[in-house]
């Protein structure tokens, strides 16, 4: 929304140039003041991101909500027994390495690193 | 001093540790480390043990992948032995507590590495060998039998020959840390010129100690700096395979020398690193098989000329390949580049390599990597028989300083560690028959001349030596690089011969102008004379095979040769050589 109000502003500050026939310094002038007015505008704080005006008990709940959501779709992507130990969905590995088999290349690698061969 | 204890074990690997906890319930036992007692190779291995541990493997499968891979040199009753026995002994680790990785049905998870044709590598997450460690040295420290002394160097086995026999007697060693508490006495004089003038001692107060025991066991692993590039830690200075040597023991395929094709290479890399790095970072084979091309320094990408499947060709191939690159433009490094790669599928997939590239200015992403061939595994080492004995009475060997026969001329993945514990296990029995029938003679400790415990040589002149044994090392290990490295030719091999020799006297004179003596030990000095005696056997068996096989590749003879398909056996012999290296300390004034 806010790149549309751009492309608003910015499009009629070109029809002030070509509409008038005002000295360049006044429409530059004119058009950096609009430019800075959508500046400001696009530099409002998103709805979804903090607001001060929210108290920090608001905003800690927010973040905790986030976390456990991304948490939630982990789980049931990777799962855990009971013992809380993570599974290897694919290999049925208890309390492996997470990420792709680490042999799959013949050496043993872990994150890129060799550690034998 | 001297210490009487039953048994010596000197390295606190994976076998010195076995041994120790079995052979506890026997006798006293001192287990001697030259440095922390978890500081060893076994640490570092975090891959993972191999064995039949699934129904539908065998122990058939086993011995079928460790020969092909040791390219049909392996000693096949070696190998029944350790497939047959591998099992039990990962079993008691289980029991001591080693908590291996299970699957969902409770079963142990086993993993599949390169050259196995069946899952059976267990491991602990990806820190097997610590985990390994942790286990063994907790019983070990628990165990009221058995004292560790780290921080002990091992000069040299205590020997004596008794008509054609060779026995051992125990091991001369001394403290490294207290060496480090040197007396500093400064005595000022005033001169006629009315400046004041200082003379510095430094008294090097280190304790000898002289372990005597009915049964010593070497374990005391690879010797990895002998090349500039190694995952070796640096502990790892051939120091058993040297003392071994020095004792009239038979050694055996030196020449198989394991080298990772891409390590980091810290030449290639913006910002150096402040100090050399201990062990290389290897790049895995994951990166190539990600996408990762080679190039040269030229930036041309040259594997497609070795081998039609270019970068994912057999490690061995690439290794050479790389050699013979480094060789061929006489460079430091050659590239491998993943940047065409997106970013994101980098980062998520190697954010070790990347997090430790940008530690030293280098963005994977964007740039190529700079790798280099790294010593891994020695394959040879002190020659054993089936239960860990050597030609030396009362000398046993385990692990990576023995050449039990089980790797043949190149190790497969997975298998040293079971190695170490099958063997260490086997050498048990024949120790404790042999133990109980000798007796310890209190006037054992006087046949042989003790190290000098201390001395005063000037702090100047120690200074002096210092500097001189640390680019003599650095020379060896080049010299060792460039002509002794994964591509040999005979022309190279007597080249890099003659140039150590004379490396070896250079030092050793120098030594001695500075008023070193030939019973003075320190822990450069000695792990110098120990790298000098490792290096020399490496090349003295390389030019004594006549053909390529395994890990020993050579321009002048290509082929396997059926006919040569032996192992490289080094016999002991009163030796023309009388360098300082050569011989046992107590040995020195004897000429």
């Known amino acids: ?117 | 001093m001297s210490q009487y204890f039953d048994f010596a074990v000197i390295g606190s690997g994976v076998a010195g540790l076995r041994y120790a906890l079995d052979v506890a319930k026997h006798g006293s036992v001192a287990v001697i480390t030259k440095a922390e007692p978890h500081e060893s190779n076994t640490n570092y291995a975090q891959g993972g043990v191999g064995s039949v541990l699934s129904p539908s493997d065998s122990v058939e499968s086993h011995m079928h992948d460790t020969i092909v891979a040791g390219a049909y040199l392996c000693d096949e009753e070696t190998v029944r032995v350790v497939c047959t026995e591998g099992p039990d002994r990962i079993r008691e680790l289980m029991a001591m507590g080693a908590s291996f990785d299970h699957g969902e049905d409770g079963n142990l998870h086993l993993t599949r590495e390169g050259g196995h044709s069946h899952h059976r590598i267990a491991h602990v997450a990806d820190m097997t060998g610590r985990e390994i460690v942790r286990v063994l040295l907790k019983a070990v420290v628990n165990d009221p039998n058995i004292s560790v002394f780290d921080h002990h160097f091992a000069i040299d086995l205590l020997t004596y020959q008794d008509c054609s026999d060779t026995i051992c007697l125990g091991v001369d060693t001394f403290n490294t840390e207290t060496l480090e508490v040197t007396t500093k006495f400064t005595i000022y004089y005033a001169q006629k010129s009315h400046y004041l003038h200082s003379i510095t001692f430094t008294f090097l107060n280190f304790q000898a100690i002289r372990f005597i025991s009915k049964v010593t066991l070497l374990a005391s692993g690879g010797a990895g700096h002998i090349y500039p590039t190694t995952t070796n830690p640096l502990i790892a200075t051939g120091d058993g395979m040297a003392m071994a040597y020095r004792a009239q023991a038979v050694i055996s395929n030196m020449e198989f020398v394991q080298f990772h094709p891409t390590a980091l290479a810290d030449e290639g890399l913006p910002i150096k690193p402040t100090k050399s790095r201990e062990n290389a970072f290897l790049i895995s084979e994951a990166v190539r098989g990600a996408g990762g091309i080679l190039y040269n320094l030229g930036m041309e990408r040259f594997m497609p000329l070795y081998d039609e499947r270019a970068e994912l060709a057999p490690r061995d191939v690439v290794a050479r390949s790389i050699d013979d690159q480094l060789k061929k433009r006489n460079e430091k490094y050659v590239l491998l580049d993943i940047s065409h790669r997106a970013s994101e599928k980098i980062l998520s997939h190697f954010p070790n390599i990347a997090a430790e590239c940008l530690k030293y200015g280098l963005d994977i992403t964007r740039q190529p990597i700079p790798v280099v061939p790294a010593a891994h595994y020695m394959c040879g080492g002190v020659h054993a028989r089936l239960h860990g004995e050597t030609n030396i009475q009362g000398l046993y060997v385990a692990g990576e300083v023995a050449c039990t026969g089980l790797h043949g001329a190149n190790r497969l993945a997975s298998n040293s560690i079971v190695e170490a514990l099958v063997f260490a296990r086997r050498a048990v029995q024949p120790s404790i028959d042999h133990m109980k029938s000798s007796k310890h003679d209190p006037s054992t400790s006087n046949l042989w001349g003790k190290p000098v415990v201390t001395s005063s040589l000037g702090s100047d002149a120690m200074d002096k030596i210092l500097t001189m044994t640390r680019t003599i090392r650095k020379e060896l290990q080049s010299i060792m690089w460039d002509y002794v490295g994964i591509v040999r030719s005979t022309t190279r091999l007597e080249f890099a011969e003659q140039k150590i020799g004379e490396l070896e006297a250079k030092w050793e004179e120098y030594l001695f102008q500075q008023g070193w003596e030939p019973t003075m030990v320190g822990l450069e000095a000695c792990e110098m004379r120990n790298l000098f005696c490792c290096a020399e056997l490496v090349i003295s068996s390389a030019l004594s095979r006549h053909e390529s096989r395994g890990l020993h590749y050579t321009v002048d003879f290509p082929n396997l040769e059926e006919s040569k398909r032996l192992p490289t056996i080094i016999f002991p012999c009163s030796s023309v050589k009388s360098t300082w290296s050569s011989r046992q300390l107590h040995k020195q004034l004897m000429c």
């Open chain 1, 1 to 117: 929304m806010a790149s549309n109000l751009c492309r608003l502003f910015s499009s009629s500050a070109l029809k002030l140039t070509f509409s008038h026939t005002r000295s360049d310094q006044l429409t530059r002038s004119l058009s950096n003041s609009v430019n800075r007015l959508i500046c400001s505008a696009t530099q409002q704080p998103h709805p979804l991101e903090e607001n001060p005006k929210q108290s920090h008990k608001q905003r800690l709940r927010k973040r905790i909500s986030k976390t456990k959501a991304r948490k939630k779709i982990k789980k049931t992507t990777n799962d855990y027994d009971d013992n809380g130990n993570f599974v290897n969905k694919a290999t049925g590995e208890v309390g492996g390495p997470r990420g792709p088999e680490p042999t799959r290349f013949g050496d043993w690698e872990k994150n890129g690193r060799c550690c034998d061969f």
